[in-house]
């Protein structure tokens, strides 16, 4: 009897032992999957129609990451303001400078968020941040990033790393109000920013 009972706990411990591993193995595959989404592809960006929605967060954090290239114009009036001494310039190329922990000179904190004091003037590459925009297949994916916009066909990327994107399929305002406008703005056919900033505090990242 006792031998019995032994063998059938030990077939329940075998199998508790089963179910466990299975369980344990889905949560790393899982755990593995979003690091390596957000982390190990951090700078590879991704097709825009991979991503559900998206929406800055105000973290700062790609004001932390990232050499801000200035257009010959928004270095004409950054310095036109803030004086030569917030640029920096890399052979024939401007850039804003960096604090020596890494942050843009002009991020800033309130409160709980963190805001650019360029908010006026803020260039380009800012406001297209997490999405690059190509009139060619840049990254591969060409299929999932074209996107026809009027007559003309775009490939969109987001770099992955930002924390206010949801990952899924397109929800319609993303698809056709938020992915135009960095269209537009890539293009130089619009300034304002209405869908590709943060909701709450438009003009900051
Ligand atoms: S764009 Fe992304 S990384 Fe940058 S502040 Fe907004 S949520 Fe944060
Ligand atoms: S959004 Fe503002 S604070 Fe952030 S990198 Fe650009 S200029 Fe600097």
Redesign the pocket.
């Given at each position: 009897m006792w031998v019995e009972w032994i063998q059938s706990a030990n077939l329940i411990f075998l199998l508790f032992g089963i179910i466990f591993l299975f369980a344990a193995s889905f949560v790393i595959c899982m755990i593995f999957k979003a690091l390596k989404r957000r982390w190990m592809f951090r700078w590879f960006p991704l097709p825009w129609s991979r991503v559900k929605s998206w929406e800055?967060?105000?973290?700062?954090?790609?004001c932390k990451e990232f050499d801000i290239l200035l257009g010959p114009d928004e270095h004409a009036n950054i310095v036109k303001i803030y004086g030569e001494d917030v640029t920096r310039r890399v052979v024939n190329k401007f850039y804003l400078k960096r604090r020596s922990n890494g942050t843009c000179l002009f991020l800033y904190k309130h409160n709980r968020i963190?805001l650019c004091k360029l908010q006026h003037m803020k260039p380009r590459a800012c406001k297209l941040?997490?999405f690059e925009v190509y009139h060619s297949p840049k990254f591969g994916n060409s299929t999932e990033a074209i996107y026809r916009y009027g007559d003309k066909e775009f490939f969109v990327y987001v770099y992955p790393m930002?924390?206010?994107l949801r990952w899924g399929k397109p929800t319609p305002e993303y698809a056709q109000k938020t992915i135009p406008e960095f269209i537009e703005i890539a293009e130089g056919l619009q300034q304002e920013q209405k869908y590709s900033t943060?909701k709450l505090f438009s003009h900051t990242?």
């Open positions: 800055c967060l105000a973290c700062g954090e790609c963190w941040y997490p930002c924390m206010g943060a990242q």
